[in-house]
């Protein structure tokens, strides 16, 4: 069994923010891989379903970002699995808009969710980071990650999270150089 854990911020006035773009991830691929219906878990919201063969619960913690690794860690734990089966989906400044790569291990360069997991289980896990671009001046950050995406990127952002959704089997599969390549052929198309 994988976990898959999307970043994101609970509530109705968080949805459509960048900083939410890990939550946005794991509700297409839900949708997309036909998963179960959304269950309270592990002080967040599951979801249970298969891709390709392997079995994954998305987790989407309902613990505010400051607090995502409490919730990461108590799934990990119920299901006696090592950072070896984890994956996050998390918003990057420092990767142009709409751009995704996946990383094994590193550092949280400043995400409070990465912070959050690091400290709970250590930085051994897969992160695919998702581009938001940065907004050129550190002072702009703040509003640049808690803003919403404007209009004219709604169309950029439906068609990285369809990919995302259509490639998630090689992810699956732990061929990350093969989902990143996929993904960034949809997105030339």
């Not at 939410?20 to 997309?32: L, P, S």
């Not at 751009?99 to 409070?112: D, M, P, Q, S, Y």
């Not at 550190?138 to 995302?164: F, P, S």
Request: proline share 4%; glycine share 14%; aromatic share 8%.
């Amino acid at each position: 069994m994988q976990i898959w854990t999307g970043l994101g911020n609970p509530g109705p006035r968080y949805a459509m923010h960048r900083h939410n773009i890990g939550f946005m991830a794991c509700d297409v691929i839900a949708e997309m891989h036909g998963f179960g219906p959304v269950q309270k878990r592990f002080s967040g919201w599951v979801q249970e379903g298969r891709i390709g063969g392997e079995k994954v619960l998305l987790l989407k913690p309902a613990t505010f970002m400051n607090e995502s690794g409490r919730s990461v860690g108590e799934a990990l734990r119920f299901y006696k699995l090592g950072t070896d089966a984890l994956t996050v989906f998390h918003d990057e400044l420092d990767l142009a808009p709409f751009k995704v790569k996946v990383k094994e291990g590193g550092g949280h360069a400043g995400h409070n969710g990465l912070r959050s997991i690091d400290q709970h289980l250590g930085p051994d896990f897969r992160r695919v980071r998702i581009g938001i671009g940065h907004p050129g001046h550190k002072d702009r950050v703040t509003g640049h990650v808690l803003g919403n995406y404007a209009k004219a990127e709604q169309d950029d952002l439906v068609q990285m999270l369809g990919a995302i959704g259509a490639e998630a089997e090689w992810l699956a599969k732990g061929d990350n150089p093969r989902f990143m390549s996929e993904v960034a052929l949809r997105m030339q198309n």
